[in-house]
């Protein structure tokens, strides 16, 4: 099993939807669960970030984290044709710095 | 205006013949990664660098080095190069304070190793 895994769609919405992006790991230790948005052609820009549990929220986007479930989530309300890109979920454990384990990543595409 | 830079953006090379890509980041940053992106396996870490001269293996350093002398740099050698190096390369410099936490991609370096 994969220390974190996301669907990698593709995934096609119409412009105006709430979006829907979901990962689950196995690693109880991961403390700082990430999402970030890669365009193509792109290096990967944090959206994101939640350390431990709950929700955090920034404008259209909204990321949860139910460590419980080892399951996090980010919400994209109304979305938009610019939010067309690859969202990749990411998380690392308190003590290990930068030592960061990514997710596949989820292809977006929101249709005008 | 923060700033991750990589060096070279392409890069055609053949089998054997040693290269050097280089990183440099405008933010202080104590952390700093090598991450390689292929279809399919998403973003892999190479090594990362916790400051000057602390550097560690992530998930794949085999056939690769790397060096922080400096805070400001971190290159990524590949010493023999091999086609299975072909990949795209990202590095990332980062930074903590506390729980607080921020992290910058530079812009990647795109290898192909004939």
């Known amino acids: 099993q994969k220390e974190v895994e996301q669907d990698p769609g593709p995934l096609s919405v119409p412009e105006g939807a709430i979006v829907s992006l979901n990962c689950t790991y196995s690693?109880?230790?991961?403390?700082?669960f990430m999402w970030y948005r890669q365009y193509s052609r792109k290096g990967p820009e944090l959206l994101m970030y939640?350390?431990?549990?709950g929700n955090k929220e920034d404008g259209r986007f909204t990321a949860q984290v139910d460590k419980s479930s080892k399951y996090i989530s980010l919400f994209i309300r109304d979305s938009q044709p610019s939010d067309s890109a690859t969202y990749l979920c990411?998380?690392?454990?308190?003590?290990?710095?930068?030592?960061?384990?990514f997710g596949p990543g989820t292809s977006l595409s929101v249709i005008p | 205006e923060a700033q991750v830079t990589q060096n070279p953006r392409y890069l055609i090379t053949v089998t054997g013949k040693k290269l050097t890509v280089t990183c440099s980041q405008n933010m202080n940053h104590e952390y700093m990664s090598w991450y390689r992106q292929d279809p399919g396996l998403g973003l892999r870490q190479i090594y990362y660098?916790?400051?000057?001269?602390?550097?560690d293996k992530g998930d794949v350093p085999e056939g690769y080095k790397v060096s922080r002398k400096e805070k400001r740099n971190f290159p990524l050698i590949l010493e023999s190069p091999s086609p299975n190096q072909t990949s795209l390369y990202f590095c990332?410099?980062?930074?903590?304070?506390?729980?607080?936490?921020?992290?910058?991609f530079g812009p990647g370096t795109r290898l192909l190793v004939l």
């Open positions: 660098s916790m400051n000057v001269e602390v550097t």
């Open positions: 939640t350390y431990s549990s």
């Open positions: 690693n109880s230790a991961f403390q700082y």
């Open positions: 990332a410099s980062s930074s903590e304070a506390g729980t607080a936490w921020t992290q910058y």
């Open positions: 990411a998380m690392r454990e308190k003590t290990s710095y930068d030592k960061v384990i």
